[in-house]
């Protein structure tokens, strides 16, 4: 006689609660929020613009207020990205992104650039 615990329906049972185990987890993984700050570029500018300001840069909506700008990743790199926003907005003091600010070297490039 078969014990429950090797009986085919035992088994099926057992991959099926694997399975709602493995795409719930998925599932909460890919909704959870990601941090807001991992997903955007900022940037000050040199000189503050005179009115808030809303430009598409490399196909992505960028606003500035003041000397502040935002954006969200867009998939280029950090420096190609902010040589258009130089271009869109003025000489930029910093940029930041996902991983972290540009260097003095790489901010004085993105000026120079645009």
Not at 15 to 32: N, V
Not at 59 to 72: E, I, K, T
Not at 91 to 113: H, I, T, W
């Amino acid at each position: 006689m078969t014990t429950l615990a090797n009986s085919p329906l035992s088994r099926t049972l057992l991959a099926a609660g694997l399975a709602i185990a493995g795409t719930l987890a998925s599932f909460a993984a890919t909704t959870t929020p990601a941090d807001a700050a991992a997903t955007r570029y900022s940037a000050k500018l040199t000189a503050a613009v005179e009115a808030p300001a809303r430009k598409v840069v490399n196909g992505v909506l960028w606003n500035c207020a003041g000397d502040a700008c935002s954006g969200p990743v867009d998939g280029a790199r950090a420096i190609s990205t902010c040589v258009k926003v130089v271009k869109a907005f003025g000489q930029v003091s910093s940029f930041a992104g996902p991983k972290g600010e540009l260097s003095a070297e790489d901010l004085q490039r993105c000026n120079a650039a645009a």
